[in-house]
C-alpha cells in the first residue's frame, strides 16, 4: 500500500508535458497546406506517447522491487499485462502507418470533378470545426479530403479543382480552383 500515496514522477511529469504540447501544436498547426503532415504527425505522437505510458505502467507493475504483493499475481495477471503493451503497440503501428506511407510516397496531384465540400463541427466546440472536399478523380475513384476553412469558403458546389493531396492521410496540401 506504499505504492498509492505516491506522487508523479518527473517520467510521469514529462509524459503530461509531452502530450500537453502536442495537443496544443496539432489545434494550432492548420490541416492543410505545408504543414499538412505535421498536423497528424502531432496526433500520432500523442498517441504513441498515450501508449507509451501505458506499457511503462504495466511493465513497471510487474518489475517493482521490495512489493510484497508481486509473488501473488499469476499466470492471468501477466497475460492482461502482454495483451496491454500488444494492443497499444498495434494501435500505435495502425495510427502511424498512414503518416509514415504519405511521407515515402509524398503528395499526390489530381484534378477532381463533380465537388461537393462539407462543414461539420463536433462535440468539443471550437476546435472540431471539420471541413471536407470530396470529389471523383480522373479514374473514376471518389476522394474525401479534410481542407481549411478558407479553401471550404472558396469553393462551390459542383465544380471542378486540382488537388495536391497526401492519399493515405486524406490531406490537401493546395488547391487551384478551375
Not at 506522487?7 to 496544443?24: D, M, Q, S, T
Not at 510484497?68 to 494492443?87: D, F, L, N, Q, Y
Amino acid at each position: 500500500m506504499k505504492n498509492s500515496n505516491k506522487k508523479p514522477g518527473r517520467y510521469e511529469w514529462a509524459f503530461v508535458i509531452a502530450i500537453l504540447i502536442l495537443a496544443l501544436a496539432a489545434a494550432l498547426v492548420p490541416e492543410t497546406g505545408s504543414a499538412a503532415l505535421l498536423n497528424e504527425l502531432c496526433q500520432v505522437l500523442m498517441l504513441w506517447l498515450a501508449g507509451a505510458y501505458v506499457m511503462r505502467w504495466v511493465i513497471r507493475s510487474f518489475r517493482q522491487k521490495g512489493d510484497s504483493s508481486r509473488r501473488k499475481k499469476g499466470i492471468g495477471a501477466k497475460v492482461t499485462g502482454i495483451a496491454v503493451v500488444v494492443i497499444c503497440l498495434g494501435l500505435g503501428v495502425w495510427f502511424g502507418k498512414d503518416i509514415v506511407l504519405d511521407v515515402i510516397q509524398g503528395p499526390e496531384t489530381t484534378v477532381l470533378t463533380d465537388i461537393q465540400v462539407y462543414h461539420a463541427q463536433g462535440y468539443s466546440g471550437i476546435f472540431s470545426n471539420h471541413y471536407t472536399l470530396i470529389g471523383v478523380d480522373d479514374r473514376g475513384e471518389k476522394i474525401q479530403l479534410e481542407i481549411s476553412a478558407d479553401d471550404y469558403s472558396r469553393l462551390s458546389q459542383g465544380g471542378a479543382v486540382t488537388v495536391r493531396y497526401y492519399r493515405h492521410t486524406g490531406h490537401a496540401q493546395s488547391l487551384e480552383i478551375g
